[in-house]
């Protein structure tokens, strides 16, 4: 049975008419996410998100966008909309966490070796997340890939759950409350305005790629300078010692 939404129940047709009405040019993953919504309304918006937050690929981001328009078409409680999506993303996130936690590290020690993740390599993200894990999980959200994963890489990492709980929260809440207001707010020009926003999102997961790769270079650049000055270090302690060998041999011609 189509799903009513409050207060003005419109069914299947008649709710795509009346988006088409305000915006012909619906993107297509919104249009192709409609019938869904129309038909289960809130439980589609909190499925999608919990999975899209718990390390499954699903159009969480979508649909809570989506959901957001028709609220404001008066076909969905805005309200009901931003409590459900914020606790699917709280408890997502932290089932994410749950299974990195259980099962991280034996994944990464059966099969970190053929993608590279030595347990060296471990050890430096350990110390990264002990360092800028309450940063990574408040913004992940925002980066398509991080969204999905980053309670689990916490949870591998051994971000204690107490710690990480705070910033999942926040991170739901500014996620949420950012994409909501954005489909809300755009009613009418949620095709121009949804275009822009990924455009931008593209932009600042470029960004991200760019930072990683020069903290990365920086890494590496910073650690070959520690290597040279070692091997330098050693090459004036041999030297210094083939000198004190060599005025030891006078003194001891002279006796």
């Known amino acids: 049975m189509p799903f009513a939404f409050p207060p003005a129940p419109l069914t299947g047709a008649a709710t795509t008419t009346a988006l088409a009405a305000a915006d012909p040019a619906l993107p297509g993953p919104l249009a192709a996410l409609a019938p869904l919504l129309e038909q289960y309304g809130y439980p589609a918006v909190a499925l999608f998100v919990l999975l899209d937050n718990c ?9 809570l966008v989506l959901a957001s328009v028709y609220a404001g078409t008066g076909h969905l409680s805005f309200a009901a909309v931003v409590a459900i999506a914020f606790a699917a993303a709280v408890v997502g996130n932290s089932l994410g966490h749950l299974i990195g936690a259980t099962g991280g590290r034996a994944f990464v020690h059966r099969w970190g070796p053929y993608v590279l993740l030595t347990p060296a390599r471990m050890a430096r993200a ?3 997340f002990a360092r800028h894990g309450g940063k990574v999980v408040t913004v992940a959200r925002f980066i398509d890939g991080l969204r999905q994963t980053n309670g689990i890489i916490a949870g591998t990492t051994g971000m204690p759950w107490r710690r990480f709980q705070p910033f999942n929260v926040l991170g739901a809440a500014l996620w949420v409350g950012v994409w909501s207001a954005f489909g809300y707010l755009a009613g009418a020009n949620i095709g121009a305005v949804y275009r822009t926003a990924v455009r931008y999102q593209l932009w600042l997961l470029a960004g991200f790629g760019l930072l990683v790769a ?3 270079l920086h890494r590496l650049l910073r650690r070959r300078g520690r290597r040279g000055r070692s091997d330098d270090d050693d090459a004036d302690n041999d030297g210094g010692g083939d000198v004190g060998d060599g ?5 001891h011609s002279e006796d």
């Open 247 to 251: 005025s030891a041999h006078p003194e």
């Open 214 to 216: 020069a903290l990365v």
């Open 55 to 63: 390390g499954i690929p699903a159009p969480g981001q979508t649909i």
């Open 126 to 128: 350990d110390g990264f």
